[in-house]
């Protein structure tokens, strides 16, 4: 069972990033999946979950609410997440994770994004 998030780097402020996080080792489309975020002597902070199957339920927190979106391609065993609008308060460590039940059970290994002029 295996995550692995690509995509982050170094954006001015307004820009957009593109995450992907590709999944291996189990059946993709089955579970909710979140991705989730480290600043740099921060907490992790939760960012966006999407539902299992066909996506129809998305969530996000306040603090991204218009600016990001997540999706998935079920049959390439990908999420995603698009962040547009990006602010310095953006940058952090990107995590992708599978939801268990409200709980993140497998982890990927992050990717990192920087908002920066």
């Known amino acids: 069972v295996q995550l692995q998030a690509s995509g982050g780097g170094l954006v001015q402020p307004g820009g957009s990033l593109r995450l992907s996080c590709a999944a291996s080792?189990?059946?993709?489309?089955?579970?909710?999946m979140s991705w989730v975020r480290q600043a740099p002597g921060k907490r992790l902070e939760y960012v966006s979950t999407?539902?299992?199957?066909?996506?129809?339920?998305?969530d996000y927190a306040d603090s991204v609410k218009g600016r990001f979106t997540i999706s998935r391609d079920n049959a390439l065993n990908t999420l995603s997440l698009q962040m547009n609008s990006l602010k310095p308060e953006d940058t952090a460590l990107y995590f992708c994770?599978?939801?268990?039940?409200?709980?993140?059970?497998?982890w990927g290994q992050g990717t990192q994004v920087t908002v920066s002029s």
């Open positions: 994770a599978r939801n268990n039940y409200g709980a993140a059970d497998v």
């Open positions: 080792g189990f059946t993709f489309s089955y579970w909710w």
């Open positions: 999407i539902s299992a199957n066909d996506g129809s339920r998305t």
